[in-house]
T-cell receptor, first 113, second 113 residues
């Protein structure tokens, strides 16, 4: 099992550019989520999905879109990058809503100039 | 959501036990107490969780006060690899969206050789 994988590891964007952060898991987990972590802060939830075709907003969804067309993949799209979106992004997954353990990916470090 | 309070930082020596406290005075009867940790430049990883009784696993022990208003994560014999930020998180698995882990700032644990 590769677990939760994220690509790219690092990315630099200019203001206004768009990009997609990729997240994939090979554990057949239904629940997936995206968090962002700013320097010296805890993680904040952006969007989450309870299964293919179902997504919902978290704590800080503005400026981000998600979709869940397959169980394995949960990409995060930045439509028009802003410097305030400079952060480290983590994807996480778990088997279902009632499972206690969430598995996190290694993160994507994004800088928006 | 019920809140948790943790010290910003703690320091210990290698091969000694470490007791990481967490206060959660507004905990509800159905809130589970979870601990995650984040090693440098990595995503968070699950450590342990419990509801009322003390819990042990291969990584740590969780001691829960009788009134459940506080808990302590115990690392029995710290190693340098245990240096991380430790997050104490409350989750009510009975409510919709319970998978939304709410991270505070956590406790930064330093281990001295």
């Amino acid at each position: 099992n590769a677990g939760v994988t994220q690509t790219p590891k690092f990315q630099v964007l200019k203001t206004g550019q768009s990009m997609t952060l990729q997240c994939a898991q090979d554990m057949n987990h239904e629940y997936m989520s995206w968090y962002r972590q700013d320097p010296g802060m805890g993680l904040r939830l952006i969007h989450y999905s309870v299964g293919a075709g179902i997504t919902d907003q978290g704590e800080v969804p503005n400026g981000y879109n998600v979709s869940r067309s397959t169980t394995e993949d949960f990409p995060l799209r930045l439509l028009s990058a802003a410097p305030s979106q400079t952060s480290v992004y983590f994807c996480a997954s778990s088997y279902d809503l009632y499972t206690d353990t969430q598995y996190f990916g290694p993160g994507t470090r994004l800088t928006v100039l | 959501d019920a809140k948790t309070t943790q010290p910003n930082s703690m320091e210990s020596n290698e091969e000694e036990p470490v007791h990481l406290p967490c206060n959660h005075s507004t905990i509800s009867g159905t809130d589970y107490i979870h601990w995650y940790r984040q090693l440098p430049s990595q995503g968070p990883e699950y450590v342990i969780h419990g509801l009322t009784s003390n819990v042990n696993n291969r990584m740590a022990s969780l001691a829960i006060a009788e009134d459940r208003k506080s808990s302590t994560l115990i690392l029995h014999r710290a190693t340098l690899r245990d240096a991380a930020v430790y997050y104490c998180i409350l989750r009510d698995l009975l409510i919709q969206g319970a998978q939304k882990l709410v991270f505070g700032q956590g406790t930064r644990l330093t281990i001295n050789p």
